[in-house]
C-alpha cells in the first residue's frame, strides 16, 4: 500500500482530528481596536489605571455637605439650623468653601468642596426650605430653585460619611485588566471609566463561509426540479458569528472544480479561515476534495492555492465521518472541509470549527460544554460500532437534589434531519465502544448554542 493509500484509509478519532487542526492554528496577531470592537476579545496588553477612580472626593447621596461640629447632637426636637450656601450638581468645577455654620445642597456624584467634611442625607433634614439669601451662589446653571435660604439637620454626622474618596475603587498605577482577560461589558466599563478609547486585543477571526452543491438555491429564489435550499452556508455562518467571529457567507458555489478554485483565491485575502460545506465524500461530483485533496488532481501550479495542502481524513463518528483539514495559500489560511449533509455539517462545526475559532481568538479551544445526563428513551437505541454517535436531543438540567439531568432525543439518526435539529440544544454522545443504550443510562451531553461562547451579537 503507498503512503497514500495508507493514510487516506486510516480512520481518526474525533479527539485526534481535533487535536491536529489545533496544532496548525496560531492565535491571530493583536490588534488596536476601540473598545465596542473588542468585545469578546482576549486582551493581550496589562491595563494600567491613568488616574485614580473616583478622580476627586464625592458625595454617594443627594443632601448637604457639612462641618460635623456644626451638627453635632441635632435631633428632630433642636435641628442644627446651617446657612445654605450653594447648589453643588455632578460635573460643579468651581466650589465653594463651607464655612461654620453653614451648608451646601449637593447631589450624588458632585465633588466635595473645602470645609465639607460629611454629608448628611435629605431625608435627615428638612428639605432646605428656608428663605433664599440674596448671598446664595449657585454652583451649576441647572440647579433647581428653592436651593439656599436655611436647611435645618435633624442627626448628627459622622466625618466621611456618605462621601466616596478620591482613589477608593482603584488607584493610579494599580492594574486595571490583566492580559488574557476576555473583555465582557463590565471590563469594557471599566476600560471607558478609566479613559480608554482603544485596547491591545486578539481580533475576531473573519471566517468565509462557502458551500457547494449544484443542487442549491439560495432562499427567497423559486425550487427548481431537484433543487434544494442551500441552509449549511446559513447555519454555518451563524454559527461562526455565535463563535464570535466576524463571518462571510459566499453561498453556494456550482460542483466545478475551476469555480471553487478561482472563488477560493479571492476569498482568501479577507479570511482568517475558510469552511466549506459538502462535496468531501467519494461521490461522482465531490469537488472540495477533488480540488484540494494533496492525493486527487492538485490545483495548477500557479494557484495560489496550490501552495497549500488539505487532507481529506475518515473519522470514526457519526455523523460527519468524512472531514478534510488543512492550510491553503500564500499565508497558509486554516480551511475546515465540513460533509453537505446539513445535521453533519452543523454537528462538525460545533466539535471542530468552533474550537478552532477560539484558537485564533486565544481562548482555550476546548470551551467546558459538556454535562452528564440520564437517557430519556422508552426502548434501547443501538449505535454503530467502532464510531461516537452524536444524536440530537434536548436536555433538561438536574432538578433539586438529583445529581444529573435529563436529555431525550429528538428526531432519528438521519443527518438530513434539519427541522429535528432545529428542535434540539445538545448533542447526546454515544462513546465509540457501546452498541446498544438502555433507558436510563447516564452519557455525556454537548450543550449547543451561545450559553458559555463568545459571540453575542
Ligand atoms: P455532499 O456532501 O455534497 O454530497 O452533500 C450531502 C447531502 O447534503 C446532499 O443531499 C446535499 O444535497 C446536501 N447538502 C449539501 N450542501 C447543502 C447545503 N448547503 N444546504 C443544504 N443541504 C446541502
Ligand atoms: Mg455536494
Not at 472626593?57 to 439650623?81: C, F, H, K, L
Not at 463563535?243 to 472563488?263: F, K, M
Request: hydrophobic share 40%.
Amino acid at each position: 500500500m503507498t503512503r497514500e493509500a495508507a493514510a487516506a484509509s486510516r480512520i481518526w478519532s474525533v479527539a485526534e482530528h481535533l487535536d491536529d487542526i489545533l496544532a496548525h492554528i496560531r492565535p491571530l496577531e493583536p490588534r488596536e481596536l476601540r473598545l465596542l470592537d473588542a468585545q469578546g476579545c482576549v486582551l493581550t496588553e496589562d491595563v494600567t489605571v491613568p488616574v485614580a477612580l473616583p478622580p476627586f472626593d464625592n458625595s454617594s447621596m443627594d443632601g448637604y455637605v457639612v462641618r460635623t461640629a456644626d451638627v453635632q447632637g441635632a435631633s428632630e426636637e433642636y435641628p442644627a439650623v446651617l446657612t445654605v450656601i450653594g447648589d453643588l450638581a455632578a460635573g460643579s468645577g468651581e466650589l465653594p468653601t463651607v464655612g461654620p455654620g453653614e451648608a451646601a445642597r449637593i447631589m450624588t456624584g458632585a465633588p466635595l468642596p473645602p470645609g465639607a467634611e460629611a454629608v448628611v442625607p435629605v431625608e435627615w433634614t428638612d428639605g432646605g426650605t428656608g428663605r433664599r439669601p440674596a448671598t446664595t451662589m449657585r454652583f451649576h446653571s441647572s440647579a433647581p430653585e428653592g436651593a439656599g435660604g436655611e436647611v435645618r439637620v435633624h442627626r448628627a454626622a459622622e466625618a466621611g460619611q456618605h462621601i466616596r474618596l478620591r482613589g477608593s475603587d482603584v488607584q493610579a498605577g494599580d492594574l486595571a485588566l490583566e492580559a488574557g482577560t476576555v473583555l465582557g461589558p463590565p471590563q469594557i466599563g471599566l476600560l471607558a471609566a478609566i479613559g480608554r478609547s482603544t485596547v491591545r486585543v486578539r481580533p475576531r477571526p473573519r471566517v468565509v463561509v462557502m458551500s457547494t452543491g449544484s443542487e442549491l438555491i439560495q432562499p427567497g429564489e423559486e425550487l427548481t426540479p431537484g433543487s434544494i435550499y442551500d441552509s449549511n452556508s446559513f447555519a454555518l455562518t451563524a454559527a461562526a458569528r455565535d463563535a464570535g467571529a466576524i463571518a462571510y457567507r459566499v453561498g453556494a458555489i456550482a460542483d466545478d472544480a475551476e469555480t471553487l478554485r478561482t472563488t477560493l483565491e479571492d476569498q482568501l485575502a479577507r479570511a482568517d479561515l475558510v469552511v466549506t460545506s459538502g462535496g468531501v465524500s467519494v461521490g461522482a461530483y465531490d469537488v472540495v476534495k477533488e480540488t484540494l485533496s494533496e492525493f486527487g488532481g492538485r490545483a495548477d501550479e500557479g494557484s495560489s492555492v496550490a501552495e497549500g495542502r488539505v487532507e481529506f481524513r475518515k473519522i470514526a463518528m457519526q455523523p460527519g465521518k468524512p472531514q478534510g483539514f488543512g492550510r491553503i495559500g500564500p499565508d497558509r489560511t486554516p480551511l475546515l472541509a465540513l460533509p453537505g449533509n446539513p445535521v453533519s455539517s452543523y454537528v462538525s462545526f460545533e466539535l471542530f470549527v468552533r474550537p478552532a475559532i477560539r484558537a485564533l481568538m486565544g481562548l482555550e479551544p476546548r470551551e467546558c460544554r459538556m454535562v452528564r445526563a440520564r437517557l430519556e428513551i422508552s426502548e434501547p437505541l443501538t449505535s454503530p460500532a467502532g464510531k461516537r454517535q452524536f444524536l440530537r436531543g434536548r436536555n433538561e438540567p438536574p432538578s433539586q437534589g438529583e445529581a444529573v439531568g435529563r436529555v431525550t432525543p429528538v428526531g432519528g439518526a438521519g443527518s438530513h434531519l434539519v427541522a429535528a435539529l432545529a428542535r434540539a440544544d445538545a448533542l447526546i454522545v454515544i462513546p465509540e465502544d457501546t452498541t446498544a443504550v438502555e433507558p436510563g443510562v447516564e452519557l455525556d451531553v454537548v450543550l449547543l448554542g451561545s450559553a458559555s461562547s463568545a459571540g453575542g451579537w
